[in-house]
């Protein structure tokens, strides 16, 4: 079992940034996909970006187009640590961010395929 810890929201002006973490209990490696989601009121949970933590793909990545340019997915195995860098932020980034782990095979931005999540930090952007 994975638990995951996500840290870093904060509020900020459009165009700033931000990083956010996701520190997870046990090996990210283990189950091989960690998630980044977003949730805003009144909305769907989201994906934004996704990154491979281990296999054969193990550093793949992919984000929403939403997203793509600005927001940067990473890992640090060593620290058992995901990382979200968000820059360019905009009024519409505004949401709950939250870290979810899934298998490597099913690694993608569909929530249905993530198994363990965080309680989730707020990221609040302002024009």
């Known amino acids: 079992q994975v638990q995951l810890v996500e840290s870093g929201g904060d509020s900020v002006q459009a165009g700033g940034s931000l990083r956010l973490s996701c520190a997870a209990s046990g090996n990210i490696a283990v189950n091989g996909c960690i998630g980044w989601f977003r949730q805003a009121p009144g909305k769907e949970r989201e994906g934004v970006a996704r990154?491979?933590?281990?296999?054969?793909?193990?550093?793949?990545?992919s984000y929403s187009d939403s997203v793509k340019g600005r927001f940067t997915i990473s890992r640090d195995n060593a620290k058992n640590t995901v990382y979200l860098q968000m820059n360019s932020l905009k009024p519409g980034d505004t949401a709950m961010y939250y870290c979810?782990?899934?298998?490597?095979?099913?690694?993608?931005?569909?929530?249905?395929?993530?198994?363990?999540w965080g309680q989730g930090t707020q990221v609040t952007v302002s024009s």
């Open positions: 990154i491979v933590t281990s296999s054969v793909r193990a550093g793949s990545t």
């Open positions: 979810a782990a899934a298998s490597w095979w099913s690694c993608g931005l569909d929530t249905k395929a993530y198994t363990y």
